[in-house]
């Protein structure tokens, strides 16, 4: 069965530092999301994104946050400068269709951060 | 505000038991309701969709239903096994203009103890 993948599966980094977590998601799909989850929390959408622009994004997703589709395979998340309250877990998602379609929406593994 | 509540927080059965989860949303307009399995550490894991058509849809051992007009749902798991010990959400995509994001409860964790 297809997968998104994710990657590295955890990442720690030192408060201030720029970090990228990729995914490749699932190579039909045409919709790309990430989401995260704090610990102990509910996922949390952060940003959607399709024909190669943000369709839609959360108050979350500041201007620290970026994403791009670098080479029509991989789908990245960038972080400029991290914060404490940045350390979660991210998950990398990918549809065919948007969500209000009937159809599967494949979560990745996630990328656990921990900023230090 | 759209927002989709789950009970109990957390649960404990004895293997083999069956249990009955409960979600409840304001989601509006609503489009579908997903349940999702999490294991500790790992991504969600899709176990059924339902429109506001559908009242009931099962994946083996789990079934779940819809009442659209009262805005709630249920996850019946059957036969439990201890694999089935992970946190269970209930997921809603709202067709309100073009968004594609998913909602999410805060999941119920669910223990299920030999």
């Known amino acids: 069965e297809p997968e998104v993948t994710q990657t590295p599966s955890h990442q720690v980094t030192q408060m201030g530092q720029e970090v990228i977590l990729r995914c490749v998601p699932i190579s039909n799909h045409l919709y790309f999301y990430w989401y995260r989850q704090i610990l102990g929390q509910k996922v949390e959408f952060l940003v959607s994104?399709?024909?190669?622009?943000?369709?839609?994004k959360s108050e979350i997703f500041d201007d620290q946050f970026s994403v791009e589709r670098p080479d029509g395979s991989n789908f990245t998340l960038k972080i400029r400068s991290t914060k404490l309250e940045d350390s979660a877990m991210y998950f990398c998602?990918?549809?065919?269709?948007?969500?209000?379609?009937?159809?599967?929406?494949?979560f990745g593994s996630g990328t656990r951060l921990t900023v230090v | 505000k759209n927002q989709v509540e789950q009970s109990p927080q957390s649960l404990i059965i004895l293997e083999g038991k069956n249990c009955t989860l409960q979600c409840n949303y304001t989601v509006s307009p609503f489009s579908n309701l997903r349940w999702y399995k999490q294991d500790t550490g790992r991504g969600p894991v899709s176990l059924t969709i339902m429109t506001f058509s559908e009242n009931t849809k099962s994946n083996g051992r789990y079934t779940a239903t819809l009442d659209a007009d009262t805005k709630q749902s249920s996850l019946h798991i059957t036969a439990s096994q201890l694999s089935d010990s992970a946190s269970y959400i209930c997921v809603v995509s709202s067709n309100g203009g073009a968004t594609n994001k998913l909602i999410f409860g805060t999941g119920t964790l669910l223990a299920v103890q030999p």
């Open positions: 994104f399709y024909n190669n622009e943000i369709s839609e």
């Open positions: 998602a990918s549809s065919y269709t948007g969500a209000a379609a009937n159809y599967g929406y494949t």
